[in-house]
Structure formats: C-alpha cells, structure tokens
C-alpha cells in the first residue's frame, strides 16, 4: 500500500491499528491530520464499508480538506467528514418529531439570540447596563454546552445575577419551542438529548457509525465529548487526535498585581497584567490553570533586549515581520491554482516611493495567496544557495507562477503544465513540517481581492482589542471582518441577517465587534458553518500596530514581538530561535476577555482551549472513561 510508506513508525502505528480505541497525540504541524486521512483509506482497503465510517473537525474548511485528502488515496470513497455543528443538523433534521420541531426548523445566528436575550430582559424590566445581554448570553451557552440539568443549573448559577441568566434562559428557550427554531449550541445538545431519551434511535446511528475519527479532540467541549462517547457506545471503534500541550515552560515570570510571579505559582486568585489594545495595558482574572507533563520540542525565543522565553511549539504569539535593510529571505509561497513554490528575495524593496517588505511585493506581484519564511540570510549569496537547497531538497519548483513582466523563457502554458504536473502540496507540507511552519499560519497572506475570473479569494479576519474601548471592562472590542468579491455569498449573508457594506472595487465587507473574546470566535464559526471556502485569520492590535497570531515555532530571526516594561509597551525584534528538547511539567493559564498576558516581558496568547468551552481534560477523559482504550500514540514532531 503506497500510501503507507511516508509515513514513520509511530503513524504507521496509529493507521493501522484496527479495532479499539485509539488516541494520537502530537503537536500542530506534526501529521496527525495526515494520520487520520491515511486511517480512513486504510479502513476500507480492509474491507469496511466506507458508509460505516464517520470524520469529524471542527471548521466547514478543515473538512473540505480532510475529504479531498480522503478522495485522492480512494477515489469516490463515499465516507461522510463533518464538522460537529454539520452533523448535529443532520441528526436533529432526520429526528426533528422526537425533539419537538418539525424538519424545517431555523437556526438562530448569534446576533438572532442577542436580540432574543434583549427583548427578554427589556420585559423583565432588567437594566441592560446592569446586566449585559453578552454576559447572558455566555451563561446560556454554559448551560447548554455542559448540559446541565434542572438541579445542576440551581447548585452552579445561584448568585443574583446568574439568577437573572437562569430565568431568561427559561423564557428564552420557550421563545425558540414556540418558533420552530434551535440556535447554534442546540445543535449539538439536541442530539445528545436525542440519543439519551431514545436508545433504540441511538443504536441505529451506531450500527451506521461504527468507524469514528475526530481531528483537534482536544478542541471538544463536554457536549461534543459526549456526543462521541455516545455514538462509539457500541463498538468503542473511536479514534481521535489531538494535543494537549500548547504551553510555557516553568521559571516563566508573570507580572501579576502583586508584582512578578512564577508561572507555577499562580493561583486563581491572582490578577494578571494584560495588553489591552492600542498600547494599553490592564488587570484581569486568570479563569483557569493548565499543567501537563510534556516531553518533545521547545523553542527558546530570544529578543534584542536578552528577554527570552521558552515554549513548546505550537504554543501561540504574536509577531510580525519587520522592515529590515540588510537581510534576505528564502521564502515557501502558495497560490491555490497552482500550488508552491520556493523563492528568496531581499528583505526590503522601494515600490511607489515606498519601503515595502520584500515577500509582500512578491506575494502581490505573483497574485499568491500567502508566504512563509523559510530562512533569514545575511547575504544574496548566502539566500541563492538555501533556496536550491530547500527547492532540491524538497522537489519543489523556484518558477514563478506567471511570465508576465519577469523575463521568463517559458510560456505561461508551460508553467501551468508544470505546476498541474508536480504534487507540490504533499512535498510543501513535508518541508513545514521539518521547519515547524503551519498552513494556517502563514507570515504574510494577500488581501482579499479577485486574481482572475476564475478565482475569487475569501477571508474571515479575526482582529481582536482594535474595536472601541470600554472603560468599565479595561479593554477594546474584538472585531472581525469578512471580505469577499462573491455576489452569491454576500445575497446569502444579507438573507442570514449579517450586515454587508461596499468595500473596494467589486468587493463586499461584514464588519462587526465584541466585546467578549469567545464570543467573536463563536460568531466566526458561526458563520463558517453557514459558509464555506473562508480562510479564516487572526491578528490582535498589541499597540497601534497590528501583529498576526504565530506559533512559536514559526517564529523567525528579524520578526518583531510586543514587550512589557513598566506600564509601557514596546516592539523589539527576534535575534535568535533555538529549538531544544524538553521532559518536565509544562504551564499555561486562561485570562479572562483578553486570552493574552506577558510572559518574560512578552506578550503570548493564553491557553486556546477557552475557545467553544472546549475542555482539554476530554484528552484526559478518553484514556480514563472509553472503555478498552488498548493503543495511545504519541507521534513525533
């Protein structure tokens, strides 16, 4: 079986366990998505049935990829790769008399049920300025994502005001009863309702599901969690991948209201300081702490100034890159009509009068979508020599994408035939692996304008504290914005109730805030579960700059991060990445409507797993609760 012979010894391991429970752990970046891919080919070479057979992520894109990743080991495979909120619609519309509605039943967006929250409290004679309608919201998403009972709604939310949630959120859900309509949360919480209350509806599904495979379990909320262990009940056939460990290491200092702490030594108790937006800074709770044994790769992260700090890598900052007057770059650059390609430019070129990064005026000239950087040189020669290695190396091509204007003896036929040739894809993504880049995370990406006319580039951008500022919360909003050329997606937004207004040229734009972080990732999934083909991406406004979300192993020499010194924020640039091994216990903590705090001086992102209340102790769950779990991976970096 050819597909099998990438693949190392552990993931051939993890693939080609059969029956049982199976869970594989490894950083982003590692090829545990690859894993699950090859799984589900190697499933039905041995005979299973493909309509036995389940996958699960978590974004409409993720599984459109998993699926043509399926589709090119086993043509026509016919295996069903779902988001969770996708399959609970199917669920709840094949079952709809059981749950009380009827199969045309609506969904409510996130802003339908803030409007909902709003009347209700106006009824209730409540304040809203007393009482955000934001905070309601969360406590009725609390309620529902830990599917929470009568009394266990009474023993957690008994403080006055989480009595006040409590009651519009029992008004709140006879408004939907009455309308025929779920919101976004019900579409997991009914089907878990739905297989609790009617085992014999339960058993069908798993005698149809009887192969399941989730991507990012470590994403999974205790609502998803139980909705997998209720569909594996059967068979136990559930297997998952996942990561636990996106964390700093011991010794890191924290700046806390009581002056500089350890991170192993903060408590609950503590208040953190934390970047604000726009150069502000402010105090905010820590709502959790997460420690975990980890042993695998680290980067030391080293700045002009000597601060450091030390990470595994996948562990989330933010960084930019920098102008510089006397580096090169060996760059990897991506166009989804013809794939990758390797070049190397020089740090800084003049364009209208302008300096402009150099991989930026590549990026635009060629009309690719995004850039990663590969290598920093400090000469042209020193940059010619590593682009033939990595383009030798790895067989990926240095030919531009177009001959317009670049001297090319080719025609742009031939560079077409060569690109549609060569699987540069599968050999770009061995060479991010090896340097510890990732897709999602690209250094530079394109805005979205139209190429040609056959192509039409979408994008969600996630900007978070670049909203108004809010005096009583210390912080700005969290903004995004939605941008695309596609006329039918715009009607079908308008139709959903998302405000669209002109932006350049033919192009459209969503823009809207929160001021609740999670909430701004919740509205984004939101609309990639009604839309699809979005790139999704995320930047955050430390200081009147904006800095792109990067893991710490993509970090490269020349970038600039946000410090901490005294109440004042600064940018400094990276002087060196050393990667390193590590075995110890690891930390990361999760700050209250930031999601960010200053490790070293440093600005980092917090633990991710606040996001969809997901819980990474599911991780923990499946070896101690999943009956017969027989195979745990751990996959190399």
Request: glycine share 6%; charged share 25%; net charge neutral.
């Amino acid at each position: 079986m050819n597909y099998l012979d990438d693949l190392n010894k552990e993931q051939r391991e993890a693939v080609t366990h059969m029956d049982g429970p199976c869970l594989v752990m490894a950083g982003a970046g590692s090829g545990k998505t690859k894993v699950l891919t090859t799984r589900i080919a190697y499933l039905i070479n041995q005979g299973i049935n493909s309509y036995n057979i389940l996958a699960i992520t978590f974004t409409n894109k993720a599984a459109k990829e998993m699926a043509d990743r399926v589709e090119s080991q086993v043509p026509g495979h016919g295996v069903i790769v779902s988001t969770f909120h996708s399959l609970g619609v199917r669920i709840i519309r094949e079952n709809a008399q059981y749950l009380g509605l009827t199969s045309n039943f609506t969904i409510l967006d996130s802003d339908d049920t803030l409007s909902v929250i709003k009347k209700i409290l106006k009824d209730m004679n409540v304040d809203p300025k007393q009482i955000s309608p934001n905070y309601i919201k969360n406590r009725l998403s609390f309620i529902k994502n830990e599917n929470l009972d009568t009394g266990e709604i009474t023993r957690y939310l008994n403080t006055p005001i989480e009595k006040t949630a409590v009651a519009v959120y029992h008004k709140y859900q006879s408004i939907l009863e009455k309308n025929n309509s779920v919101d976004f949360d019900d579409l997991i919480l009914l089907p878990v309702k739905l297989f609790t209350n009617y085992p014999d509806i339960l058993k069908r599904y798993q005698e149809r599901f009887k192969y399941l495979l989730i991507d990012e379990y470590q994403d999974t909320n205790m609502l998803q969690y139980k909705l997998t262990k209720l569909l594996s009940g059967q068979y136990q056939n559930i297997f998952v991948v996942g990561d636990s460990d996106q964390c700093l290491t011991p010794g890191t200092e924290i700046n806390t209201e009581q002056g500089v702490k350890k991170i192993e030594e903060l408590t609950l108790k503590d208040k953190i300081m934390t970047a604000a937006g726009f150069g502000k800074v402010t105090l905010k709770k820590i709502e959790d702490i997460k420690k975990n044994e980890y042993h695998g790769k680290i980067y030391t992260v080293e700045l002009s100034s000597g601060r450091k700090v030390i990470a595994t890598p996948n562990h989330m900052m933010f960084a930019k890159i920098a102008i510089h007057y006397d580096k090169f770059y060996v760059y990897l650059m991506y166009r989804a009509d013809k794939g990758f390609r390797i070049g190397q430019a020089s740090s800084n070129r003049i364009k209208d009068g302008e300096v402009v990064n150099g991989i930026k005026a590549r990026l635009n000239g060629e009309k690719g979508d995004r850039a990663w950087i590969i290598k920093v040189c400090n000469s042209k020669e020193e940059a010619c020599y590593y682009e033939d290695y990595y383009s030798y190396k790895y067989g990926i091509p240095k030919l531009v994408f177009h001959n317009k204007g670049r001297g090319v003896s080719l025609s742009q036929e031939y560079i077409d035939k060569l690109f549609m040739i060569i699987d540069t894809k599968k050999r770009a993504y061995d060479l991010m692996h090896d340097e510890g880049l990732y897709f999602e995370y690209p250094h530079y990406y394109a805005q979205a304008l139209t190429v040609s006319q056959s192509k039409i580039r979408k994008q969600s951008v996630l900007t978070f504290l670049s909203g108004s500022y809010n005096k009583f919360e210390m912080h700005h909003a969290h903004r995004i914005a939605l941008n695309s050329h596609d006329e039918n997606d715009k009607l079908e937004l308008a139709n959903l109730g998302f405000p669209t207004r002109k932006s350049k040229g033919t192009a459209y734009i969503i823009e809207t805030q929160r001021r609740n972080y999670d909430h701004l990732e919740y509205y984004a999934q939101m609309i990639d579960f009604l839309m699809n083909g979005y790139d999704v991406f995320k930047k955050i406004k430390l200081t009147e700059k904006v800095y792109d979300f990067m893991p710490a192993s993509s970090l490269k020499e020349g970038l600039s991060m946000v410090t901490y010194n005294d109440g004042i924020l600064n940018e400094e640039q990276i002087v060196k990445v050393d990667e390193d091994y590590y075995n110890g216990y690891v930390y990361d903590i999760n700050v209250e409507d930031t999601r960010n705090y200053f490790a070293n001086n440093i600005c980092v992102h917090n633990s991710v797993y606040s996001f969809r209340f997901a819980n990474y102790k599911n991780i923990l769950n499946f070896v101690a609760q999943i009956v017969g779990a027989t195979l745990a991976v751990a996959l190399e970096i």
